[in-house]
């Protein structure tokens, strides 16, 4: 109806481009326009100028000859002011951008190292960026934002990264579990030594107590018992500790068959040992 009465309408965001006689005449902007058909007037067709994404998978090989898929997100769109050239000049617009995002990838990632192409994917972005937007402004498009969105490595690549990664993290942690082993061995034997250290200062004072208390036994036994020698006196001692050992060797559960000699003149024969050793210890 609206070719009958020579009226056309454009959408929003979208331009016409009016022919005569198959000549480019203008571009109409969105609206009701008059196109008289009978005077060779016409519509050659609608170009979008609203923003458009084309994701472009690029299969190429590192310095270190690996294998990577580089997956290049481009956003585009046709100029308003230059319309014509957009419409006419390209026959295929998004053929065209993929081109030259192969050509631009495929010159800049054989450079770099697998490990550098992930460190450096902004700059190969902008450089993807900089040649779209020198070759396409020729042809009325303007290149918003190149993004390199992925880089997929070999499969067999991918799994050797990970357990490369994986057997780095164990052997950190081997580290750190091994160094805390030492820590706490060395805090282990200096709670040893500190413990070995105070109970050797508890026997010594243990001894010098009972040598005191020996010693204030023998003086006041002497004292209180007329005729009696020091000699009577660490016999009764002795005799009286050596029951007092039996006691608490019948007494504990746990304790080892222990075979001594448990007769009275036992106790003579230990103490004259005793005192044997004592005096010839004070010869040497």
Known sequence: MGNLFCCVQVDQSTVAIKERFGKFEDVLEPGCHCLPWFLGSQLAGHLTLRLQQLDVRCETKTKDNVFVTVVASIQYR????KAGDAFYKLSNTRNQIQAYVFDVIRASVPKLNLDDTFEQKNDIAKA???ELEKAMSAYGYEIVQTLIVD???DEHVKRAMNEINAAARMRLAAT?????EKILQIKRAEGEAEAKYLSGLGIARQRQAIVDGL???VLGFSVNVPGTTAKDVMDMVLVTQYFDTMKEIGASSKSSAVFIPHGPGAVRDVAAQIRDGLLQASQH
């Open 78 to 81: 046709a100029l308003a002011n």
């Open 128 to 130: 993807v960026e900089d």
């Open 151 to 153: 880089i997929e490595p």
């Open 176 to 180: 750190e579990k091994a160094e805390a």
């Open 215 to 217: 010693r204030d036994s």
